[in-house]
């Protein structure tokens, strides 16, 4: 009988292409947990800032490698994804490869879940600097790494045609969980200071676990059975050699560089600009608003097709450093009983560009290189973007100790956002669509272009049949 059962569930096909619902929006449910979980919470984590440097008599740069560390261990270490090549198919990733390629999605999100928790309480308990640095940098980033990646890849794999709109969906998680823990984590830190503060977000951050045990595989009609062989394929290095892709590495490298120096110092800066703890909460708060409202219309007005996605991406790249630009520049409010009206209303205008720009940088990926490659291009994509969350924040707290504010530190990294986006121009004006095209597929374009939709095979009872694939 067990036999025969395996032999059925070995003959049943698979799916030709994403169900676009169904069990998805499960994934997308998790997913939007973990992203609010990995990135909102570290957007609030400035908030423990100036706390951590009063406790420790150290200055904003050291303090602001704490949020650096788990930024960057978390970006370049979160390149593993589910691929293409089956319902377990991972691959080309240093971490992702080596764990999930025999264990899946689903116990490594829960194993990051459960690392991060300890990290947390880790830190809650630190002596020193250096034990902050192990405890959120190290402990906290590798198990953030964990879970970002594989939730959204997981994601990705359930949808074709509302791609951009279920990320976008997704991606809301850090504005929503931003909205709701700055002002939670400023009482905490009010009413048990920051040990404890720490403390309870490592019980908050536990529920990673569950998140990944709602990740069910998918396994699609023409997933490759096998994982490339040698470095050069399995890291995907060789999408360098591609002009569309190269442009767009240099462009997100660039914006990197400023993207994530919000994340950390955000609050300080409010801070510094004459508002109160609940005051620079707020901040953080109306800021995650706009960005969550953002990358949810966002998400859905690039599906339409309206607008190039390449033209998006530079806009809205564009539009985020202009809004850094404003946060930068606006007045000391004076004392810490006033809300900070434009710093509020630039906080805003910085959410609302942000959140539009976060689903763009996925979206693009596909068309760009395809399928086949879009993890091995996330991977590299989030590798470079993780040198930005590694020394931007670091930079900006040296330009706030020889400056005494964060007025030059946003100027500096909304030069690098608005540098990138203006790299983002020399990218094909137009992509591949998801759609099933009226046409055949036109010949494979040569290096550098862009390529086309690729085909693949539906069983059907009068044989294989080339059906336009809607999994780009």
């Given at each position: 009988m ?6 059925q569930?070995?003959m049943t ?9 169904g069990?998805g929006?499960?994934v997308?449910a998790a ?9 909102g919470?570290?957007?609030s ?9 009063e ?8 303090t602001?490698w ?7 261990v978390?970006?370049?270490a979160?390149e593993?994804g ?6 377990n198919?991972?691959r080309?990733r240093p971490?992702?490869s ?6 899946g999605?689903?116990p490594?999100v ?6 991060t928790s ?5 830190s809650?308990f ?6 902050l ?8 980033g590798s198990?953030?790494a964990?879970?970002?990646?594989p ?7 359930y949808?074709s045609r509302r ?5 976008g969906?997704?991606?809301?998680g850090n504005g ?5 823990l700055a002002?939670?984590l400023q009482?905490?830190l009010?009413t048990?200071?920051w040990?404890g503060a720490?403390?309870?977000?490592g019980a ?10 709602l990740?069910?595989?998918l396994?699609l009609l023409?997933?490759p ?5 040698g470095?050069?394929a ?12 190269l442009?767009?590495?240099v462009?997100?490298a660039l914006v990197?560089?400023g993207y994530?120096?919000p994340y950390?110092h ?5 801070l510094?600009?004459g508002?109160?703890?609940y005051?620079?909460a707020?901040v953080?708060?109306?800021?995650a608003?706009g960005?969550?409202g953002?990358r ?5 007005l690039?599906d339409?097709?309206?607008v190039?996605l390449?033209?998006?991406?530079a806009v809205?790249?564009?539009?985020t450093?202009?809004?850094l630009?404003a946060?930068?520049?606006?007045p ?5 009983e006033g809300?900070?009206?434009p710093l509020?209303?630039?906080?805003v ?11 763009l940088v996925?979206g693009?990926?596909p068309g760009?290189?395809?399928i086949?490659?879009v993890?091995?291009?996330t991977?590299l994509v ?6 930005g969350?590694?020394l931007g924040p ?8 020889e ?6 530190s ?8 608005l ?5 983002y121009?020399?990218l094909p004006?137009a992509?591949?669509s998801c759609r099933p095209?009226?046409?055949p597929a036109?010949p494979?374009p040569?290096?550098?272009e ?7 095979a539906?069983?059907t ?10 999994t780009c």
């Amino acid at each position: 009988m067990l036999g025969m059962a395996m032999e059925q569930m070995a003959m049943t096909p698979k799916p030709a292409r994403p169900p676009d619902g169904g069990w998805g929006w499960v994934v997308a449910a998790a997913a939007f947990a973990v992203n609010g979980l990995s990135y909102g919470l570290l957007r609030s984590l400035g908030l423990v800032l100036p706390d951590l440097a009063e406790h420790f008599d150290r200055n904003a740069q050291d303090t602001a490698w704490v949020s650096a560390l788990a930024l960057a261990v978390q970006q370049a270490a979160s390149e593993g994804g589910p691929e293409v090549g089956g319902s377990n198919g991972w691959r080309g990733r240093p971490v992702g490869s080596a764990l999930s390629t025999r264990w899946g999605a689903r116990p490594v999100v829960m194993v990051g879940g459960v690392l991060t928790s300890i990290g947390f309480v880790f830190s809650a308990f630190a002596g020193s600097l250096l034990h902050l640095y192990l405890g959120l940098g190290l402990l906290a980033g590798s198990g953030w790494a964990l879970v970002f990646a594989p939730a959204l890849g997981t994601l990705s794999r359930y949808f074709s045609r509302r791609r951009v709109l279920a990320v976008g969906l997704a991606l809301t998680g850090n504005g929503a969980s931003s909205l709701l823990l700055a002002p939670t984590l400023q009482l905490l830190l009010d009413t048990f200071g920051w040990r404890g503060a720490l403390l309870l977000l490592g019980a908050i951050t536990l529920h990673l676990t569950p998140c990944g045990a709602l990740l069910r595989p998918l396994a699609l009609l023409g997933d490759p059975p096998a994982p490339p062989r040698g470095p050069l394929a399995a890291l995907g290095l060789g999408l360098f050699t591609r002009r569309a892709f190269l442009v767009f590495a240099v462009g997100t490298a660039l914006v990197g560089g400023g993207y994530f120096v919000p994340y950390v110092h955000l609050a300080p800066h409010a801070l510094d600009r004459g508002l109160g703890g609940y005051g620079a909460a707020l901040v953080v708060a109306v800021a995650a608003v706009g960005d969550a409202g953002a990358r949810l219309v966002c998400g859905w007005l690039a599906d339409q097709g309206w607008v190039p996605l390449p033209r998006l991406l530079a806009v809205f790249g564009a539009l985020t450093g202009l809004g850094l630009l404003a946060v930068g520049l606006v007045p000391t409010v004076g004392n810490s009983e006033g809300w900070g009206g434009p710093l509020l209303a630039a906080a805003v205008a910085y959410g609302l560009s942000a959140g539009s720009y976060a689903p763009l940088v996925f979206g693009v990926l596909p068309g760009l290189v395809g399928i086949g490659g879009v993890v091995q291009a996330t991977g590299l994509v989030m590798m470079l973007m993780s040198l930005g969350g590694l020394l931007g924040p670091p930079l900006s707290g040296f330009l706030r100790d020889e400056t005494g504010d964060f007025k030059a530190s946003f100027l500096v990294c909304s030069s690098f956002i608005l540098s990138g986006s203006f790299v983002y121009m020399g990218l094909p004006r137009a992509l591949p669509s998801c759609r099933p095209p009226s046409r055949p597929a036109s010949p494979p374009p040569e290096r550098g272009e862009l390529l086309p939709v690729p085909q693949v095979a539906i069983l059907t009872p009068g044989g294989p049949q080339p059906t336009p694939d809607t999994t780009c």
